[in-house]
T-cell receptor, first 113, second 114 residues
Framework: EPEVTQTPSHQVTQMGQEVILRCVPI?????FYWYRQILGQKVEFLVS????????KSEIFDDQFSVERPDGSNFTLKIRSTKLEDSAMYFC???????????FGSGTRLTVV | AQSVTQLGSHVSVSEGALVLLRCNYS??????LFWYVQYPNQGLQLLLK??????LVKGINGFEAEFKKSETSFHLTKPSAHMSDAAEYFC????????????FGRGTSLIVHP
């Protein structure tokens, strides 16, 4: 069964550093998403991406965050200057379109020290 | 606006016992409702979804959920728990029109004892 692949599975970074989280969505999917889950809290929507542009974003997705689909297969989330509170599990998801459901990746655990 | 509340961050059952994970939703328009499961070190996997057809929805691994509009609930049940059911379960809601962005609950961790 097709999968959404996320790398790395765990990343530790120092506060203030830039990180890039990588995702390879399912090849025939058109809509791409990033969610995050801070430990013990709910899964929160960050941003959706369609047709090479952001279609929706939450209030969490401020100027420190950016997304890109640089080569037609990868979908990346960049955090420019990480803060301690960015420590969370970040999930990538993709959706084919219409009323098809999401497929989620297994997540990247980001730890900011 | 839409939201979900999952009652109980942890639910503990014995193997073979009934599993009941509670979810209440708030939505100003008819909702679509979902249950996702997350096994350790894996992504979220769709268990089942309600999209305004039958109110009793059957999903994978023997789970089912019933949409009760009067109670604004969508509780997840399984008659007999297996050890392999131990995981984190998330309820999610989205409106039937417009954005496809679901709102997730905090999750309930299901612990199954031998």
């Amino acid at each position: 069964e097709p999968e959404v692949t996320q790398t790395p599975s765990h990343q530790v970074t120092q506060m203030g550093q830039e990180v890039i989280l990588r995702c390879v969505p399912i090849s025939n999917h058109l809509y791409f998403y990033w969610y995050r889950q801070i430990l013990g809290q709910k899964v929160e929507f960050l941003v959706s991406f369609y047709n090479n542009e952001i279609s929706e974003k939450s209030e969490i997705f401020d100027d420190q965050f950016s997304v890109e689909r640089p080569d037609g297969s990868n979908f990346t989330l960049k955090i420019r200057s990480t803060k301690l509170e960015d420590s969370a599990m970040y999930f990538c998801a993709s959706r084919r379109g219409g009323d098809y459901g999401y497929t989620f990746g297994s997540g990247t655990r980001l730890t900011v020290v | 606006a839409q939201s979900v509340t999952q009652l109980g961050s942890h639910v503990s059952v014995s193997e073979g016992a009934l599993v009941l994970l509670r979810c209440n939703y708030s939505s100003s328009v008819p909702p679509y409702l979902f249950w996702y499961v997350q096994y350790p070190n894996q992504g979220l996997q769709l268990l089942l979804k309600y999209t305004s057809a039958a109110t009793l929805v059957k999903g994978i691994n023997g789970f089912e959920a019933e949409f009760k509009k009067s109670e604004t609930s969508f509780h997840l049940t399984k008659p007999s728990a297996h050890m392999s059911d131990a995981a984190e379960y998330f309820c999610a809601v989205r409106t039937s029109g417009g954005s496809y962005i679901p709102t997730f609950g905090r999750g309930t961790s299901l612990i199954v004892h031998p």
